[in-house]
Structures are given as structure tokens and as C-alpha cells.
């Protein structure tokens, strides 16, 4: 689990795969802690946390 390495959608470097996070603001692709500091990032996570699903 520790070598795995995926690519940040944003910013395209590779990271440890534990420590990357989804983007709802783009299909939940993989987005690195650095990039995941946008407003678009942080108000499409907010709005998909308080989501109401059917």
C-alpha cells in the first residue's frame, strides 16, 4: 500500500497513494493535499458531505 503512487490531477506529480484524496469538483480524481486547498475543491467537498441521497 505504501509504494503505490497516483498521479494528481492538478498539479500531475506523484504521490503515496494513502495520501491522496478525491476531487468532487472533477469526476473524484485523484488531487494531492497541496491542490486540494481551492475554493472549488473545498465547496464541492462541503456540498457533497451535506448532499441529500435518494
Known amino acids: 500500500m505504501w509504494t503505490d503512487r497516483v ?27 497541496a491542490c486540494a486547498t481551492s475554493s472549488a475543491f473545498l465547496d464541492a467537498a462541503a456540498h457533497e458531505s451535506t448532499a441529500v441521497r435518494a
Open 7 to 33: 498521479r494528481c490531477h492538478v498539479c500531475h506529480k506523484s504521490y503515496v497513494a494513502v495520501e491522496m484524496d478525491r476531487d468532487p469538483s472533477h469526476g473524484h480524481d485523484a488531487i494531492c493535499a
